[in-house]
């Protein structure tokens, strides 16, 4: 099976541009995951996806970060207005479960704001 | 709150030998954990998951132990390989539904 996409796979924008990473799961994986790394940090999550539902949006930082899933199958994550604290790799995740299904990542999206 | 932490921080180690790689996390009521490798400017490999009624996995040359009651997880590298070198994470899953929280990682350097 194809594994988990992600595009593209970096982005230098200026501050105050807007940026969308997209992230295409696991065909039948019902759940979806973003999760970042900024500098110097661990990986955190960012939200989770249940078909088209946010489930959890907590890991979310602020008002400029915006997730969709429309249909359930693919999702994007614009981030408007890009500011630089916002550089670092965002990762995508898919999992069939929310249980005992282990996740699988996605390659990951270098963003740089400059 | 749920934390988890990883040491070392850095290894390198000449190749063919064997090494363990140490996971701690707070709160041993966890649901599962997973280990990944990265190598540099790519993605997350998982290595192995283990549920919280398993106490080890094993897949190739790598052997992950769990040990809920004093928090730990241990990843066994046996004969390692330069091949082998990137950086081990640990993540944990604390129920049903919710998400992985990620150690920092093991950067690992196997010389040839």
């Known amino acids: 099976e194809a594994g988990v996409t992600q595009f593209p796979s970096h982005s230098v924008i200026e501050k105050g541009q807007t940026v969308t990473l997209r992230c295409d799961p696991i065909s039948g994986h019902d759940n979806l995951y973003w999760y970042r790394r900024v500098m110097g940090k661990e990986i955190k999550f960012l939200l989770h996806?249940?078909?088209?539902?946010?489930?959890?949006e907590s890991g979310m930082p602020n008002n400029r970060f915006l997730a969709e899933r429309t249909g359930g199958t693919y999702s994007t994550l614009k981030v408007q207005p890009a500011e630089l604290e916002d550089s670092g790799v965002y990762f995508c995740?898919?999992?069939?479960?929310?249980?005992?299904?282990?996740?699988?990542f996605g390659s990951g999206t270098r963003l740089t704001v400059v | 709150k749920q934390e988890v932490t990883q040491i070392p921080a850095a290894l390198s180690v000449p190749e063919g030998e064997n090494l363990v790689l140490n996971c701690s996390f707070t709160?041993?009521?966890?649901?599962?954990l997973q280990w990944f490798r990265q190598d540099p400017g790519k993605g997350l490999t998982s290595l192995l998951l283990?549920?919280?009624?398993?106490r080890e996995q094993t897949s190739g040359r790598l052997n992950a132990s769990l040990d809920k009651s004093s928090g730990r997880s241990t990843l066994y590298i046996a004969a390692s390989q330069p091949g082998d070198s990137a950086t081990y994470l640990c993540a944990v899953k604390y129920g049903y539904g919710q998400n992985f929280v990620f150690g920092p990682g093991t950067r690992l350097s196997v010389l040839p």
């Open positions: 995740a898919s999992s069939r479960g929310q249980g005992h299904a282990g996740y699988t």
């Open positions: 996806f249940v078909k088209e539902s946010k489930q959890d």
């Open positions: 709160d041993s009521a966890i649901y599962n």
């Open positions: 283990i549920q919280s009624s398993q």
